[in-house]
């Protein structure tokens, strides 16, 4: 692998207290997104939310793999979207929407509003910054978010 194709299909997961929180990083992948969905049984207990951080556009997911989110029961669990605010962004989010998913977007510089939504007492955010950090460099985020 190059570095380069490294940093296309990148996808990392934590749980962080109660949070799940994916970093996506590139075009979006649907086998990468789907391995993941499959690890969400054994954490569907451990998590009361989900964060979601793309750096690029390409990382929306398609309309079956948001079916997939449905199926999997997620519906249920609130989940903030920190992505760019442009209109393929915001046609996913008003998708899951649509779908029943309690589902926020919120622009890079609105991650503390975000962890707001989501309930992360102030206290704990900045364990969030932190381990946030060290995902977006896993996940070979190419942007400052």
Do not use: C
């Amino acid at each position: 692998m190059t570095e380069g194709s490294l940093k296309t299909h990148r996808l990392v997961q934590s749980v962080l207290d109660d949070v799940l929180v994916l970093v996506k990083a590139g075009p979006h992948d649907d086998a990468e997104f789907e391995a993941h969905l499959r690890s969400l049984p054994t954490l569907r207990n451990r998590i009361r939310a989900i964060l979601v951080l793309n750096d690029s556009d390409l990382a929306v997911p398609s309309a079956p793999i948001r079916a997939k989110i449905r199926d999997a029961g997620l519906l249920a669990t609130p989940m903030a979207v920190v992505t760019s605010q442009s209109l393929v962004a915001r046609m996913a989010i008003a998708a899951l929407n649509w779908l029943g998913m309690t589902v926020r977007g919120f622009p890079p510089e609105q991650l503390a509003e975000a962890l707001g939504f989501l309930g992360v007492p102030v206290e704990r955010r900045y364990a969030f910054y932190k381990r946030l950090s060290e995902m977006r460099a896993q996940a070979g985020f190419t942007s400052k978010q």
